[in-house]
């Protein structure tokens, strides 16, 4: 169920929300739009890099970068606070979306 939930934010942007780093609004809006399009695109889940299989982070190349994104439960007990936009027995969804450089792994 995991897994068909954040392929659902991930391939929809809905039911959560999709959260960009600076870096990444500051492109040009072509590459953001890029970059969308490789994420939504991502199925490269394999056992080493999904080994939970629950489809919440990745990495692709896009628009001349390479970009992580990566999704979070955020449920009712968490401590960041956020809109309710769906059923407040499911965890509220959370796409992070940077540049790799932003996170240090370049």
Do not use: C, Y
């Not at 934010?9 to 780093?21: A, E, H, M, P």
């Not at 889940?45 to 999704?71: M, N, S, Y």
């Amino acid at each position: 169920m995991t897994a068909r939930l954040n392929d659902r934010l991930r391939k929809t942007g809905r039911n959560g929300d999709v959260i960009l780093s600076l870096a990444v609004s500051a492109l040009p809006l072509e590459d953001q739009l890029e970059i969308f399009l490789a994420i939504q695109m991502f199925d490269a889940f394999t056992v080493d890099t999904d080994p939970a299989g629950d489809h919440r982070r990745g990495i692709v190349e896009a628009a001349g970068k390479t970009v992580l994104w990566e999704i979070d439960d955020h449920g009712q007990g968490s401590r960041i606070r956020l809109p309710q936009t769906i059923a407040p027995v499911l965890p509220r969804r959370v796409m992070t979306i940077m540049l790799a450089e932003e996170h240090g792994h370049i």
